[in-house]
Antibody, heavy 115, light 107 residues
C-alpha cells in the first residue's frame, strides 16, 4: 500500500530553521496529495499543511499557526516531500508525520525547539 | 474549522468487553470520517475510513458507524493489543481536524 519515511528532525533554537524530508515508496507519489501532521508531547494530532499533486495544481494550504513560516514542497522525480520550517517557536516542538492524508503514514521525525 | 468532539476521553475496560467511542462534528462531514489507533511512540494506524469501511488487515472486531455529524467506533470484544488511544478525524474540509482522543485503559 505504500511506505513513507521521514527524516531531518532535531534540536534547534527558537528562531532557527529546519527542513524535513519524507521519502515515499510503493505508490504513485506524483499523483498523491501529501500532508504533514504534528503531535506535541502528550497532546493530540494537528494538521499542519498539504500540497496537491501537480496535476491538481500543486498548490499548498497551511493551518494558521504555521502560515508564513512553513513551506511544503515536493520533488516528484525523487518521490520526496519536504517541509521548510523557519522562525521556529518552542510551541512547534512535536513529532512530525507525513501522510497521504488518511491511508499511509510515516513513522515520524522529532523536532525540538529549545534554547 | 470543523470541531471534532470525542467522548469519553478515557475508558477503563477488561479483555472481552465491548467498547464504544463517539465522535461528534460541529457540522456535516459527508461521511468523510476516519478512525485511528495510536500506541505510545508509534504513528497513527488507520482502522476505519469513510465512516464505516474497514481498512485492509484490521480485525473485524472493529467497526464504524454513523453519518452527518455523529459517528461511533465499536470494538466488539476488546483484546490485549487494543489498549491504545483512538482518534477520529474529519477529511471533508480543510484543515482536516481530529478529535481529542480516547484512551482505552486496562481495568
Amino acid at each position: 500500500e505504500g511506505q513513507l519515511v521521514e527524516s531531518g528532525g532535531g534540536l534547534v533554537k527558537p528562531g532557527g530553521s529546519l527542513r524535513l524530508s519524507c521519502r515515499a515508496s510503493g505508490f504513485t507519489f506524483s499523483n498523491a496529495w501529501m500532508s504533514w501532521v504534528r503531535q506535541a508531547p502528550g497532546k493530540g494530532l494537528e494538521w499542519v499543511g498539504r500540497i496537491k499533486s501537480k496535476t491538481d495544481g500543486g498548490t499548498t494550504d497551511y493551518v494558521a499557526p504555521v502560515k508564513g513560516r512553513f513551506t511544503i514542497s515536493r520533488h516528484d522525480s525523487k518521490n520526496t516531500l519536504y517541509m521548510q520550517m523557519n522562525s521556529l517557536k518552542t510551541e512547534d516542538t512535536a513529532v512530525y508525520y507525513c501522510t497521504t492524508g488518511v491511508h499511509v503514514w510515516g513513522q515520524g521525525t522529532t523536532v525540538t525547539v529549545s534554547s | 474549522d470543523i470541531q471534532m468532539t470525542q467522548s469519553p476521553s478515557s475508558v477503563s475496560a477488561s479483555v472481552g468487553d465491548r467498547v464504544t467511542i463517539t465522535c461528534r462534528a460541529s457540522q456535516d462531514v459527508n461521511n468523510w470520517l476516519a478512525w485511528y489507533q495510536q500506541k505510545p511512540g508509534k504513528a497513527p494506524k488507520l482502522l476505519i475510513y469513510a465512516a464505516s469501511s474497514l481498512q485492509s488487515g484490521v480485525p473485524s472486531r472493529f467497526s464504524g458507524s454513523g453519518s452527518g455529524t455523529d459517528f461511533t467506533l465499536t470494538i466488539s470484544s476488546l483484546q490485549p493489543e487494543d489498549f491504545a488511544t483512538y482518534y477520529c478525524q474529519q477529511a471533508n474540509s480543510f484543515p482536516p481536524t481530529f478529535g481529542g482522543g480516547t484512551k482505552v485503559e486496562i481495568k
